[in-house]
Structures are given as structure tokens and as C-alpha cells.
């Protein structure tokens, strides 16, 4: 009954730097999200993916920003070369899908990743 | 593009009181709209979801309810508590699969 993970928790790197962000849904999610939230800024939303559809990544700030979720399950987001104004926390949220039915939307988040670009 | 705001930003009360935070939207075309809590350092808890063509959801001391065609969500919190204490967070979706987030209200519930 393990909810959302991610990881790491923290991570401190260099601008330029590439870093990947890990999440684990809740087991027999098929809908996974990705959102950013900064301070001044409130939370956006990034990226989805839903089944084994072609993913949504309207939200996704700029090309240096990727995200792949493996086998359905477990995503990583990729950030590339990152700049200072890349420091937020990330947040993934995983729901059962809307295929599910009304219930079926319910976003559940993870506690995110926060991310400081020195 | 919707936009969503929450007021008041910042709200202290009493333990004890009945509370009411508000939210707003401009584009009424949602499909649903969800309130969720955040805990300082820790992610978001969902707290009710309502579907467009619901007026309310109630979850113990939590109600909130929903006027779509003038894109306002209220949420009633009765009896409040210091564990109430928290920012609350409105989400709304449109077409598309992304919730947008109004700015939150940060609660503060005195013992």
C-alpha cells in the first residue's frame, strides 16, 4: 500500500550539470504526472503520461527538459544542462486514469524532489 | 488560458472557528476541480474532488462546493483544528490532462 516515491528527496548540483529525477507510482496507476513547483511561480504543470499513449508534454519549459516512463511504471525526467532557474521542487502525481471512471481522476502526490542549480 | 486564484492568500484563526477559503477561475469549461492540502516540505494530499456537474463533495469536516457557471469552488472547513494548519490548494481541469493550480492559502489555526 506504498504510496508515490521519489527520489532523491534533495539534490544539490552545478549549472550546466545534467540531473534525472526518479518516481515510482502507486502500483496499477496507469496515469503519471510531472509538476514543478518554485517559489514565486505556484505549481505547473510539466508532463503526463497515460497508458501507453504518446505523452503530453505540453507543460515542459523548454527542449532541455525530457521525461520517459519505463514499462508503464517507474518515470525519470531529464534535465539537461541545467540553469539556476531550474531550482524548484518536482513533483510526480500518478492516479488510476480516466479510463477508471469518476474516481479514477484523483491525483496522489509524492513528497518531490527538490532541486537547488548552484 | 485559465487562470485560478485563491483568496485570501494568508488566513489565521482561532481553533474552534468555521472557515471558508475561496477559489476562482476564469474559464468555466472544467471537467472537474480538486482541493488538496500541503504540508510544509511534503507533497500535495487530495482532499475532495468535485466533477463538473456536481454542486458539492463533503469529507467529515471538510465541504466544498462548486458553481461552475461563475467559476467560483468554495471550502468550508467547520470546527477548525491546529492540525488543520497547512496551505490549501485548488486545481482545476480543463481539455487536456494538466491541472491548473491557483496560489494557495496559507492556513494557520491558533490553539
Known amino acids: 500500500g506504498a504510496g508515490v516515491s521519489q527520489s532523491p528527496s534533495n539534490k544539490v548540483t552545478e549549472k550546466g550539470k545534467d540531473v534525472e529525477l526518479r518516481c515510482d507510482p502507486i502500483s496499477g496507476h496507469t496515469a503519471l504526472y510531472w509538476y514543478r513547483q518554485s517559489l514565486g511561480q505556484g505549481l505547473e504543470f510539466l508532463i503526463y503520461f497515460q497508458g501507453n499513449s504518446a505523452p503530453d508534454k505540453s507543460g515542459l519549459p523548454s527542449d532541455r527538459f525530457s521525461a520517459e516512463r519505463t514499462g508503464g511504471s517507474v518515470s525519470t525526467l531529464t534535465i539537461q544542462r541545467t540553469q539556476q532557474e531550474d531550482s524548484a521542487v518536482y513533483l510526480c502525481?500518478?492516479?488510476?486514469?480516466?479510463?477508471?471512471?469518476?474516481?479514477?481522476?484523483?491525483?496522489?502526490f509524492g513528497p518531490g524532489t527538490r532541486l537547488l542549480v548552484l | 488560458k485559465q487562470e485560478v486564484t485563491q483568496i485570501p492568500a494568508a488566513l489565521s484563526v482561532p481553533e474552534g472557528e468555521n472557515l471558508v477559503l475561496n477559489c476562482s477561475f476564469t474559464?468555466?469549461?472544467?471537467?472537474?476541480l480538486q482541493w488538496f492540502r500541503q504540508d510544509p516540505g511534503k507533497g500535495l494530499t487530495s482532499l475532495l474532488l468535485?466533477?463538473?456537474?456536481?454542486r458539492e463533495q463533503t469529507s467529515g469536516r471538510l465541504n466544498a462546493s462548486l458553481d461552475k457557471s461563475s467559476g467560483r469552488s468554495t471550502l468550508y472547513i467547520a470546527a477548525s483544528q491546529p492540525g488543520d494548519s497547512a496551505t490549501y490548494l485548488c486545481a482545476v481541469r480543463n481539455a487536456g490532462n494538466m491541472l491548473t493550480f491557483g496560489g494557495g492559502t496559507r492556513l494557520m489555526v491558533k490553539p
Open positions: 502525481a500518478s492516479s488510476l486514469g480516466v479510463l477508471a471512471g469518476t474516481g479514477g481522476e484523483t491525483q496522489y
Open positions: 474559464d468555466s469549461a472544467i471537467y472537474n
Open positions: 468535485i466533477q463538473s456537474s456536481q
